[in-house]
């Protein structure tokens, strides 16, 4: 983090990526001396150096305040969101702030029996689709762009398939009963978190990977 840093970091993405430009520049995480690297951001988007710049893990409060002191407002935010966390407070706050919603892991990585999970298997059957498909259409539905996470081909265009389903009302009120209210991936709140994270920053082996 931190305006300088952030310089030398995007830099070095271009040059290891082999380009002028990136479609997409996150911040990570709301810690550290971002706002200088949000500083950083804006004049590589003034530049035309990256088409869109965003925000990762932010919660309401930081992804407000940003908003509101920014020159160029974030516009998207990344975070965790499937069934069991499914945020609608926070969808309608970036709704109201015109900031588009990722999902970054919107399976869980299979967590709690994501793919098993009863309410999700009826769904898929009546639909005659997969679970994945179902966890995808549903976001969609919900206009949260989804990043699914796969290295094997029939995973990938089996997910492209969501497009052609479509859930009806009764479906989504029953995938809103799963909704735990809780991180089940990363919880930014918590002391033990942050410490992981800046204990993966300031170690110099991992740093160097």
């Known amino acids: 983090m931190g305006y300088e840093k952030t310089k030398q970091a995007f830099n070095e993405t271009l040059e290891k990526l082999g380009t002028d430009y990136l479609d997409l520049y996150l911040i990570h995480m709301p810690f550290g001396d971002y706002y200088g690297s949000w500083r950083a951001l804006e004049e590589f988007y003034a530049q035309g150096k990256v088409r869109a710049i965003g925000v990762?893990?932010?919660?309401?409060?930081?992804?407000?305040?940003?908003?509101?002191?920014?020159?160029?407002?974030?516009?998207?935010?990344?975070?965790?969101?499937?069934?069991?966390?499914?945020?609608?407070?926070?969808?309608?706050?970036?709704?109201?702030?015109?900031?588009?919603?990722?999902?970054?892991?919107?399976?869980?990585?299979?967590?709690?029996?994501?793919?098993?999970?009863?309410?999700?298997?009826?769904?898929?059957?009546?639909?005659?689709?997969?679970?994945?498909?179902?966890?995808?259409?549903?976001?969609?539905?919900?206009?949260?762009?989804?990043?699914?996470?796969?290295?094997?081909?029939?995973?990938?265009?089996?997910?492209?398939?969501?497009?052609?389903?479509?859930?009806?009302?009764?479906?989504?009120?029953?995938i809103a009963l799963l909704d735990l209210k809780r991180p089940q991936m990363v919880d930014t709140l918590k002391p033990s978190e942050v410490k992981r994270l800046y204990d993966y920053v300031n170690n110099p082996v991992l740093t160097s990977l």
């Open 56 to 174: 990762s893990n932010f919660l309401p409060d930081r992804l407000m305040d940003l908003c509101y002191s920014a020159k160029v407002k974030p516009q998207l935010n990344q975070i965790e969101l499937h069934p069991f966390y499914q945020r609608e407070d926070e969808l309608e706050i970036m709704k109201e702030l015109d900031v588009q919603p990722q999902a970054w892991a919107p399976f869980a990585e299979g967590f709690n029996g994501m793919f098993t999970n009863p309410t999700l298997v009826e769904i898929a059957k009546e639909q005659n689709c997969s679970v994945a498909q179902v966890i995808l259409s549903w976001n969609l539905q919900r206009n949260v762009a989804v990043i699914p996470k796969s290295v094997h081909r029939e995973r990938m265009l089996d997910n492209f398939g969501a497009l052609k389903v479509h859930l009806t009302d009764e479906q989504v009120k029953k």
